[in-house]
């Protein structure tokens, strides 16, 4: 069955760019089914939509986030990437992956998930 | 502050009904968007729950179910078990800015008595 899976660094020095991959398996990333999308929840807190990114490179980003937020899309790879810039300590979270169904171009639920992975950010 | 209302805590005895709220607005839930909700257990990712308002995914029991009206949705779990308790998150889409975005609600922590 499908399975994400998160990558990256898990600790960011202040300033500087969190940069994480999701590498998908068990299924193509080039479906036109699904977007494909970033999640993360701070230590304690709730889940926070980061955005999400269809196979062609068509990206949706959190309006909150739009401005710190690239995501692209490697299918030759199978993979998508997350590039946070300018982290702050309120950065730090588990961010996971998860693939996202899209019906007439909405994207819809969150299924399935990957594991997720910590990154903090501190000097 | 998240764009969908859910109660920050909902409590029950084993056996029991609970409800958990997700309260939207005419941007997300009242303009007809679906709402999904998810199960997540201590220390685990995010699991679907629900889909579409009310589809169950295979292997997700009947004990849960779900349903929307106007600009509200409800997680409803009866024969409340102690493996129940967790934290429970409502999500929907949003158009009201230039461009869609996903919203989800603050959680719900289900505490089994």
């Known amino acids: 069955q499908l399975q994400l899976q998160e990558s990256g660094p898990g600790l960011v020095k202040p300033s500087e760019t969190l940069s994480l991959t999701c590498t998908v398996s068990g299924g193509s990333i080039s479906s036109s089914s699904y977007y494909w999308g970033w999640i993360r929840q701070p230590p304690g807190k709730g889940l926070e939509w980061i955005g999400s990114?269809?196979?062609?490179?068509?990206?949706y980003y959190n309006p909150s986030l739009k401005s710190r937020v690239t995501i692209s899309v490697d299918t030759s790879k199978n993979q998508f990437s997350l590039k946070l810039s300018s982290v702050t300590a309120a950065d730090t979270a588990v961010y996971y992956c998860?693939?996202?169904?899209?019906?007439?171009?909405?994207?819809?639920?969150?299924?399935?998930w990957g594991q997720g992975t910590l990154v903090t950010v501190s000097s | 502050q998240s764009v969908l209302t859910q109660p920050p805590s909902v409590s029950g005895a084993p056996g029991q009904r609970v409800t958990i709220s997700c309260t939207g607005s005419?941007?997300?839930?009242?303009?007809?968007?679906?709402v999904h909700w998810y199960q997540q257990l201590p220390g685990t990712a995010p699991k679907l729950l629900i889909y579409g308002n009310s589809n169950r995914p295979s292997g997700v029991p009947d004990r849960f179910s779900g349903s929307k009206s106007g600009t509200s949705a409800s997680l409803a779990i009866t024969g409340l078990q102690a493996e129940d308790e967790a934290d429970y998150y409502c999500q929907s889409y949003d158009s009201s800015l230039s461009a869609p975005y996903v919203v989800f609600g603050g959680g719900t922590k289900l505490t089994v008595l």
């Open positions: 990114i269809y196979y062609s490179g068509s990206t």
């Open positions: 998860a693939r996202q169904p899209t019906v007439r171009g909405v994207m819809n639920w969150f299924d399935p």
């Open positions: 005419s941007s997300n839930i009242g303009a007809g968007y679906d």
